[in-house]
């Protein structure tokens, strides 16, 4: 039983105001005094985590029961079972409703004191917010969002802890604010731990991954190389014809099935799918799974662009001084400037053009096979597909099936008729 499922049943409690406003002033005091003993069984032997001050004029202890327990009698000995500490939660959850912070400075403090308290205490509101406050939490979602991508506004005890409560609080939310908020933070914190609650898990964003299939990246010998022969501006300048004249398109599919990575690609041309093609990669069979960051190899592109233009001008102005009639240095020039604009083509298309878009590409490298790389990818879903992908990996039941199929591996190819 959560906090969450109390709501609707307290909601015609006769006492209901009352009994909300006690558990917010206790647990409001508690949080800053930071008692962690607060609603808890045993006592850190600091004094009570409760004083009878807290309790309204007029509320008798016969007022305070519930079908749940006595919200007195909990405060006063500690929550003895899971039902009690939803009860205080859900109570405190409610008091919100009726008395909601009253700007941004205040939101942020009383979320603050919610993360605290879920975290330290038996105390966890923060489940119950969608069920008691609906879209009018919106506010305190934000706040507690903040509290991961805005580090200098935590208290200085804030730490690991209560940064892994706010981000699963933010993934057991229903609400939409909570989402977008999640996926705020998820772009910036980096530990692996807060990642894994804020990421979108794949049935969140769908089954699958599309993009388009994409040249596995090159090392920086074969780019050199590529580069030096104009072949690296030939072949790029027939895929913009291909793409643009003759509406080449090879578009892609990647996701996460129960026997491994499943690739699903194609070849159209006109219009016409020329070929059809299925791969299934055992999880036995992966190598290595990459989603390529922003501008990958930009350091190489850059400095071959900086050594063709540097030894172009800096030799041309030595020859210039010796040359003999005969030479023609204005087409060893523009050899040169179509040496950079393979580069700067290469990696546009590669690389930027997906970068400026905001997209990212995968790169897939089996034990056995070619390399498939898959570029024009949202890059949360890319991160959602590989971190379900590593707990999958992780699983010893996965492991096994994956040691079961590690000889075999799946593929079906049809070609439509051209």
Request: one cysteine or more; a negative charge.
């Amino acid at each position: 039983m959560d906090s969450a499922s109390l709501i609707e049943p307290l909601l015609g409690h006769p006492h209901l105001e009352a009994l909300a406003s006690l558990v917010r002033a206790s647990a409001i005091d508690a949080s800053l005094a930071r008692r962690a003993d607060y609603a808890a069984r045993e006592r850190d032997g600091r004094g009570p985590a409760f004083g009878r001050g807290h309790v309204p004029e007029g509320l008798t202890t016969e007022d305070a029961d519930t079908p749940y327990g006595n919200v007195l009698s909990v405060l006063e000995q500690g929550a003895a079972d899971e039902e009690q500490r939803a009860l205080l939660g859900a109570l405190l959850a409610l008091s919100i409703k009726h008395s909601p912070p009253a700007d941004d400075e205040s939101t942020h403090e009383f979320a603050t004191q919610l993360v605290w308290l879920a975290a330290h205490t038996p105390c966890d509101a923060l489940s119950a917010l969608d069920a008691a406050l609906g879209s009018h939490a919106d506010p305190l979602w934000k706040a507690v969002a903040e509290l991961l991508t805005e580090p200098q506004l935590l208290p200085a005890d804030f730490g690991y802890t209560e940064a892994l409560v706010a981000a699963a609080s933010l993934r057991r939310s229903t609400s939409e604010t909570a989402r977008e908020q999640r996926s705020v933070a998820a772009a910036q914190v980096n530990d692996p731990a807060l990642l894994a609650l804020l990421l979108p898990r794949a049935e969140e964003l769908g089954s699958e991954l599309l993009g388009e299939v994409q040249p596995p990246p090159r090392g920086p010998l074969l780019t050199t190389l590529l580069a030096v022969t104009l072949l690296l501006f030939l072949m790029q300048a027939v895929r913009l014809i291909g793409r643009y004249a003759f509406a080449y398109r090879r578009p892609a599919a990647i996701r996460l099935g129960p026997q491994g990575l499943e690739l699903s690609q194609r070849i159209e041309l006109m219009g016409r799918v020329l070929r059809d093609r299925a791969t299934i990669v055992p999880l036995s069979n992966l190598s290595r799974v990459t989603r390529e960051v922003k501008y990958a190899r930009a350091g190489l592109y850059v400095g071959l662009s900086a050594l063709t233009l540097g030894t172009y001008f800096g030799t041309g102005f030595f020859v210039d001084g010796v040359r003999v009639p005969g030479g023609s240095w204005p087409l060893l020039g523009l050899a040169v400037l179509f040496v950079v604009a393979g580069l700067c083509v290469d990696f546009v298309l590669s690389t930027g053009a997906d970068a400026l878009r905001g997209r990212c590409r995968v790169v897939v490298v089996p034990r056995r096979g070619p390399t498939v790389c898959v570029g024009s990818l949202d890059p949360q879903r890319a991160d959602s597909l590989l971190s379900a992908l590593a707990e999958r990996a992780r699983s010893p039941a996965s492991a096994a099936e994956a040691g079961e199929k590690s000889d075999s591996a799946a593929s079906s190819e049809a070609a439509a008729p051209t």
